[in-house]
């Protein structure tokens, strides 16, 4: 803080949204801004609940936090107003103007397409809207009535807020290996999802960022096809502790082990001045539910150490479990 963009180090769901989660409510935060589509899930554990958020910010859980939804975003309308209902934040959430439409028939386009199913997307349709986005053709949400008492100018309020010294967080989507441009292409999104990207879906300039936290989780896991390296059986992975159901779409995910040339390459391209580690406890349970670095075991001190040491960056922040407070902040 106070400009601090999250971004995720592998092919998503690293545990973002509990990180944002975190964050809004220890800084605590003033301003979350949600960046990317409707086809990522941020799961927050909240009050004892489970969220799986795909268009509200994951800062929602800090009461006093201003909500805001990018002009680079495709925004689902029926989805975004069924969350700000499901989540009570009408009265302190707004879209940008100028943010697309992602349509029904893009959901359709991207189901029946034999070339999109066989990359294994989510099917919410988001290659498809951004392909309309492209080709200058797609609704903006000025265009939207549902909208209209939520419109406002997204990169005003967040420079405002910035020039303020507010604490201001910019909520990335999915991993820098599903990155249009920098992922295992074509096996990726359609968007570029890097650090850069998530400011520029914004509307933040790179020199008003104070730091780039980026997210990978112990091990690895993707959903839909493409390589992984290191790639583990599902057998396996439910022995080990580590078989995860996508918490949007409901598919199985796959899984590795941690892979330290994916995360140096993720720390490279994203800029990264520090690392969130979630999910600690599920490749070495002992330390479930620690809060103090000093109480880890020894090979999972020496797991951290190594991520550190390879990435050339801290890791400040160690999930222990799923609830926001499940962790070790390592921070001043
Ligand atoms: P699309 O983003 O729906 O076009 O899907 C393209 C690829 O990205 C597929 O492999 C999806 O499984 C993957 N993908 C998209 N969003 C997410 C996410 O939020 N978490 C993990 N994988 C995702
Ligand atoms: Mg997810």
């Excluded at 994951?58 to 925004?75: A, D, E, Y």
């Excluded at 990169?155 to 290996?177: C, D, S, W, Y």
């Amino acid at each position: 803080m106070p400009c601090t963009v999250v971004a995720g180090g592998f092919w998503g769901d690293e545990g973002k949204g509990k990180i944002i989660s975190y964050l809004a409510l220890k800084e605590p935060l003033d301003l979350c801004i949600r960046t990317g589509s409707v086809n990522a899930a941020h799961t927050i554990w909240h009050g004892g609940k489970r969220y799986a958020l795909h268009m509200v910010p994951g800062g929602f859980v800090q009461q006093k936090c201003r909500l805001l939804v990018g002009p680079g975003t495709n925004i689902h309308v029926a989805k975004f107003l069924e969350e700000v209902d499901e989540t009570g934040v009408k009265n302190r959430i707004g879209v940008d103007s100028q943010a697309s439409i992602i349509e029904e028939k893009h959901s359709v386009q991207d189901k029946s397409s034999a070339h999109l199913k066989g990359l294994g997307t989510t099917g919410w349709g988001v290659g498809p809207a951004i392909e309309e986005h492209v080709r200058r053709t797609a609704k903006l949400a000025k265009d939207t009535p549902e909208l209209k008492p939520y419109l406002t100018d997204v990169p005003e309020e967040a420079n405002n807020a910035i020039a303020k010294g507010r604490n201001v967080l910019l909520e990335g989507t999915q991993g820098i290996m599903l990155s249009l441009f920098y992922g295992t292409y074509p096996f990726v999104t359609g968007r570029d999802t890097s650090a850069s990207a998530i400011c520029s879906e914004a509307g933040v300039g790179p020199k008003r960022i104070d730091d780039v936290l980026i997210v990978f989780k112990a091990f690895m896991t993707r959903v839909g096809t493409g390589p992984l390296p290191g790639e583990i059986s599902k057998e396996e992975a439910q022995k080990r502790g580590w078989f995860e159901i996508a918490a949007g779409t409901g598919r199985e995910r796959r899984s590795a082990p941690f892979n330290f040339e994916v995360a140096k390459k993720a720390v490279m391209i994203n800029g990264a001045t520090q690392a969130a580690i979630t999910k600690l406890d599920c490749v070495y349970p002992e330390c479930k539910g620690i809060r103090k670095f000093d109480h880890l075991s020894r090979e999972a001190k020496h797991f951290i150490d190594e991520i550190e040491k390879q990435t050339g960056i801290p890791a400040m922040l160690i999930g222990t479990g799923p609830e926001a407070l499940d962790i070790i902040d390592r921070r001043k």
